[in-house]
């Protein structure tokens, strides 16, 4: 999903102007939202199901890309997790944030089970530039 951000407008709401784009189909859609909504098993700007989500522990384990999921795979594997970057250019503050379930080590089997279903799920990324007719 890439991102345009819009002027401020007068009531000090920032309209973001958002464009989703299917790698695979080609479909695209371009909203302007006024918020978003992090923290859940849905994308933050257009409020759908995220596709990468499983029953895991008795929650829902999500993530909204691999790059994510690469993320939680090294920082529930970690078996010492020490302060500092887990995955370079992801800030700490999101592991931090983790929910305990997730971070408990009695659920790291599972848990990374259910990652590696997710990733194995997850479409898998084009390598060879976009299709021309």
Not at 52 to 68: I, K, P, S, T
């Amino acid at each position: 999903m890439l991102a345009q951000p819009g002027p401020l407008e007068d009531a000090g709401v920032l309209d973001l102007r958002r464009r989703l784009r299917c790698a695979a189909c080609g479909y695209v859609k371009d909203e302007t939202v006024g918020s978003a909504v992090v923290g859940g098993p849905v994308d933050p700007f257009f409020r759908r199901p995220l596709w990468l989500q499983a029953g895991c522990c008795g929650h829902v384990l999500w993530a909204y890309n691999v790059r994510h999921l690469d993320l939680l795979e090294s920082y529930v594997a970690a078996r010492l997790r020490e302060r500092g970057d887990v995955v370079a250019g992801a800030p700490a503050s999101l592991v931090e944030r983790l929910p305990t379930w997730l971070k408990t080590a009695k659920n790291r089997a599972e848990v990374l089970r259910t990652i590696g279903r997710l990733r194995s799920a997850s479409p898998a990324p084009r390598r060879d530039g976009p299709r021309t007719a």
